[in-house]
């Protein structure tokens, strides 16, 4: 199809950055090429990509490291395992993931893969570095939920779901590297969860992950048997997400950006928005290209994309466009087979709840048992306190094996 043809089928070009309309997808024909820019290497080898990949699959362990106790873990071994895992164009890649065990934890006792918040850019925003860290930026905030778990003996399961590269915003990406993660801890003998029952959970970007990983389960890891998947305050559609925040002004457009770095670094041909960025968004760019949540919202607190734009020409890029939609849960054909709970705030500020009651839906119809409950609270982050107690019940249920409910 020629460029003259596309625009035709495509309408006028109001979005490659209409779509991410906070992200920058501003199309005019730049004065020089401005690649990617990734995360600084991390020092640690462990971390470190592997030459060649290619005769392993999917969940192979690469290499397990014991890791130093916890003080806010009590009485908890840590394990790091990195294992193969595919990018969003099925080439491999290491991943890693973090294990948590109770040290009186029974063989084949039950399996929770926890997919926390990762806002970030850099290495030093993984779980598996906040998690030792005393960073108020960076440290854990669901420290009490994993403890009631670890309490009931429960192994905790943490992946680093965004990928070596941190490509924030490709929640793909996110899914496949958490079925990789629970892939990988059955092989690791030490762990004894050969034969446990997994579930999994996560709320917003977490959610994203835990979300992403339940819909893709049946077609990627069909061999992966979980229990199911506790998900909150899940970003659903990152087109309508994305173009709520428009042109203007936003409390929260340095999360916008941030996504646009990170999906130009997993589809670095098909969403090149750096070459669309001025000066004022390429020093955006270089100043949170390592960066975690707080530093990425002060690089955006009441800015927007005519800020950072090279130019307001508007044309639609049907690839740029094609990635944000490939990202995004409610567009997908697929439907979980395994039990959902899902929360959300009915009044979210941040994501919009009409593309969840839109998902929801159609899992339903696909017959996916579903729990869906609205937490009594306009804000997105006080509804994932409000949301885990009753998704704890939830979980414990589904690893004790009862049969799902379903509100659908």
């Not at 890791?67 to 071994?77: E, I, K, N, Q, V």
């Not at 790091?80 to 109770?102: D, H």
């Not at 996916?368 to 994932?384: K, N």
Request: proline letters at 9%; hydrophobic letters at 45%; a negative charge.
């Amino acid at each position: 199809m020629n460029r003259s043809a596309a625009a035709q089928q495509h309408g006028p070009r109001r979005t490659l950055l209409a779509w991410v309309a906070s992200v920058l997808l501003v199309v005019a024909a730049p004065t020089a090429h401005s690649a990617p820019l990734y995360p600084s290497p991390d020092p640690d080898p462990f971390y470190a990509q592997p030459a060649d990949l290619s005769g392993t699959q999917p969940g192979d362990v690469l290499e397990v490291r014991p890791m130093p106790a916890l003080a806010m873990f009590p009485d908890t071994t840590v394990t790091a395992v990195k294992f193969r895992s595919n990018n969003s164009a099925g080439e491999p890649i290491a991943a890693t993931t973090t294990v948590l065990q109770p040290n009186n934890q029974q063989p084949d006792a039950p399996v929770l893969s926890y997919q926390h918040i990762i806002n970030g850019l850099g290495v030093r925003c993984s779980v598996s570095k906040v998690l030792y860290t005393s960073d108020p930026d960076l440290m854990v905030r669901e420290a009490v939920f994993w403890n009631v778990a670890l309490r009931r003996g429960w192994t905790m399961v943490l992946p680093d779901h965004l990928g070596p590269n941190f490509a924030y915003g490709a929640a793909k990406l996110g899914g496949q590297v958490t079925l990789d993660s629970i892939r990988a801890i059955r092989q690791v003998e030490q762990l004894r969860v050969a034969n446990s029952r997994v579930a999994m959970a996560g709320y917003s970007g977490g959610g994203m992950a835990t979300a992403w990983a339940a819909a893709l389960q049946p077609e990627y890891a069909p061999e992966v048997e979980i229990a199911g998947a506790a998900m909150g305050g899940v970003p659903m559609n990152l087109v309508s997400m994305l173009e709520g925040l428009g042109f203007g002004t936003h409390p929260v457009f340095g999360l916008a950006l941030a996504a646009g770095i990170g999906l130009e670094r997993e589809y670095p041909q098909r969403f090149p928005i750096s070459d669309q960025m001025n000066a004022k968004g390429l020093a955006a760019r270089a100043s949170i290209a390592d960066a975690c949540t707080n530093d990425i919202l002060a690089s955006g607190a009441g800015r927007g994309i005519l800020d950072f734009a090279a130019t307001t020409s508007m044309v639609q890029d049907p690839q740029a466009r094609a990635v944000v939609e490939e990202n995004s849960l409610e567009l997908y054909d697929g439907a979980p087979v395994m039990p959902v709970f899902e929360w959300h705030s009915p009044i979210d500020g941040l994501i919009p709840v009409d593309a969840i009651t839109n998902t929801v839906h159609r899992w339903c119809a696909a017959g996916t048992p579903v729990v869906t409950e609205s937490t009594p609270t306009p804000d997105h982050l006080t509804a994932a306190v409000l949301g885990l107690p009753a998704a704890l019940d939830w979980l414990d249920a589904r690893l004790r094996g009862e049969t799902a409910p379903s509100t659908c």
